[in-house]
T-cell receptor, first 109, second 112 residues
Framework: GENVEQHPSTLSVQEGDSAVIKCTYS??????FPWYKQELGKRPQLIID?????GEKKDQRIAVTLNKTAKHFSLHITETQPEDSAVYFC????????FGAGTRLTVKP | ETGVTQTPRHLVMGMTNKKSLKCEQH?????MYWYKQSAKKPLELMFV???????ENNSVPSRFSPECPNSSHLFLHLHTLQPEDSALYLC???????????FGPGTRLTVL
């Protein structure tokens, strides 16, 4: 089955800096890669996703890149703000979705 | 509101109690999930139901018993739990197992 690894487990940045979270997956057939954000005490919510026929997708300050050959994808957050502080989960799926272990991002004002 | 609701939101129970967690989705999805979220293992998949049939059971102890009476409802029956079962239990649903999952707010369970 699919195995998703996520790094780093914790990330602390200064407000205004960029943050990058990386994930690798094992099943080359996976074709859907969502990213979820979970704020403290709240449910995980989708923030951006990408399918395997696209190499990059951007939505305002967040972007996701996918390298199918290397089987890794990354979340990029630019101009970070304190409200970006949360746990971020990546996931990969073909027939079943598997989540990474999460990255706790702290943005210091 | 994401269309997935869970009750109760908080539950405290003793090790000898029997209780049930309820999840309901109003999105017309055909797959539903139970996750356990604790500090040690974030988003630990427990059970998957697709078209009301259990298709995955990730070595979960028998003291957790899922039930999916129809495509909109999912239950998790709990009995003789252990303190280490204390966690946030999240329900999710999706249209087919490979697509975006929508999560409920979770039930914060404390086992005394």
């Amino acid at each position: 089955g699919e195995n998703v690894e996520q790094h780093p487990s914790t990330l602390s940045v200064q407000e205004g800096d960029s943050a990058v979270i990386k994930c690798t997956y094992s099943d080359s057939a996976s074709n859907y890669f969502p990213w979820y954000k979970q704020e403290l005490g709240k449910r995980p919510q989708l923030i951006i996703d990408i399918r395997s026929n696209v190499g990059e997708k951007k939505d305002q300050r967040i972007a996701v890149t996918l390298n199918k050959t290397a089987k890794h994808f990354s979340l990029h957050i630019t101009e970070t703000q304190p409200e970006d502080s949360a746990v971020y989960f990546c996931a990969a799926s073909k027939r079943d979705m598997r989540f990474g272990a999460g990255t706790r991002l702290t943005v210091k004002p | 509101e994401t269309g997935v609701t869970q009750t109760p939101r908080h539950l405290v129970m003793g090790m000898t109690n029997k209780k049930s967690l309820k999840c309901e989705q109003h999105l017309g999805h055909n797959a539903m999930y139970w996750y356990k979220q604790s500090a040690k293992k974030p988003l630990e998949l427990m059970f998957v139901y697709s078209l009301e049939e259990r298709v995955e059971n990730n070595s979960v102890p028998s003291r957790f018993s899922p039930e999916c009476p129809n495509s909109s409802h999912l239950f998790l029956h709990l009995h003789t739990l252990q303190p280490e079962d204390s966690a946030l239990y999240l329900c999710a649903s999706s249209q087919d197992k490979a697509n975006e999952q929508f999560f409920g707010p979770g039930t914060r369970l404390t086992v005394l």
